[in-house]
């Protein structure tokens, strides 16, 4: 199936998450991925004149679900789509990996991505991906509940989208996320470049999102993990056993972790 042309607008909520709405261009619907509440929804909602028709789930934490209850009793039974293992009980559609769904008039994947929660799923397209908290602009989410070993398995499957795929995670963390990148690879100049386009976006109120699958095989530290040197800089208390890609992953996050 063809895909329709969207626009993708962030809504910002609490002090660092955006809810990201999709809005097919030939319709007055749209849809938003991980509403941690539903005031800014409905705001959005109500200016661009748009009917909410569903919502997309990429994994249970409050801050990407509880806005998800008031919007069913604001606009009714609206689905929702999220992951078949999910603790959260308001899922109307349930995925698995593998799964293709339309949504929007975008033809979806859905590929399990464990890690920073046992349920997380993300929903690709060759040209967007909606990655929730695991994969971040310069990082990743923390391992709540995954292992090093399962969050690498899942970032080594979102680096094999095309290049140019966008992609659109849940959290503000670019800035922060580049200074730990820059403490692991002080001469990664695509990093410096970055920070400066960052801070440029941020003084002006900006998001720093979308980035690309590109983009963060060359500054994010975590999809960079099977390179040899990104230990160089790691501090003795925080290396890990072990040679393995995956232990290299370990050994970056829990520096992350303490820094």
């Not at 999910?86 to 399990?112: E, Q, W």
């Not at 799923?121 to 695991?134: N, V």
């Given at each position: 199936?063809?895909?329709?042309?969207?626009?993708?607008?962030?809504?910002?909520?609490?002090?660092?998450?955006?809810?990201?709405?999709?809005?097919?261009?030939?319709?007055?619907?749209?849809?938003?991925?991980?509403?941690?509440?539903?005031?800014?929804?409905?705001?959005?909602?109500?200016?661009?004149?748009?009917?909410?028709?569903?919502?997309?789930?990429?994994?249970?934490?409050?801050?990407?679900t509880d806005?998800?209850?008031?919007?069913?009793?604001?606009?009714?039974?609206?689905?929702?789509?999220?992951?078949?293992?999910?603790?959260?009980?308001?899922?109307?559609?349930?995925?698995?990996?593998?799964?293709?769904?339309?949504?929007?008039?975008?033809?979806?994947?859905?590929?399990?991505?464990?890690?920073?929660?046992?349920?997380?799923?993300?929903?690709?397209?060759?040209?967007?991906?909606?990655?929730?908290?695991?994969?971040?602009s310069a990082g990743c989410g923390r391992l709540f509940e995954g292992s090093p070993q399962q969050m690498w398995q899942s970032l080594q499957r979102l680096s094999q989208l095309p290049a140019q795929c966008q992609i659109y995670c849940t959290h503000e963390y670019t800035?922060?996320?580049l200074a730990f990148a820059a403490a692991v690879e002080p001469e990664n100049e695509d990093i410096t470049q970055w920070q400066q386009w960052g801070e440029q976006q941020r003084a002006q109120a900006q998001p720093t999102l979308p980035t690309t699958i590109a983009r963060e095989l060359s500054i994010n530290p975590f999809m960079r993990a099977n390179l040899p040197h990104m230990l160089n800089t790691v501090p003795a208390d925080m290396q890990t056993e072990g040679s393995e890609d995956w232990q290299r992953f370990a050994a970056l996050r829990k520096w992350k972790d303490n820094f």
């Open positions: 199936m063809a895909q329709v042309a969207v626009q993708i607008h962030p809504i910002k909520a609490f002090s660092d998450n955006y809810i990201w709405a999709i809005c097919p261009s030939d319709s007055n619907l749209m849809w938003v991925v991980d509403p941690g509440q539903s005031e800014p929804v409905i705001e959005f909602a109500t200016a661009a004149k748009k009917q909410l028709a569903g919502v997309l789930v990429t994994h249970h934490h409050w801050d990407h806005g998800i209850a008031p919007l069913r009793t604001h606009y009714g039974e609206l689905p929702v789509y999220g992951p078949h293992n999910t603790p959260f009980n308001g899922i109307t559609h349930s995925l698995h990996d593998g799964d293709r769904v339309t949504i929007a008039g975008l033809d979806f994947t859905i590929i399990h991505t464990p890690g920073h929660t046992l349920d997380h799923i993300c929903y690709l397209t060759p040209e967007l991906a909606f990655t929730g908290d695991t994969l971040f800035q922060a996320n």
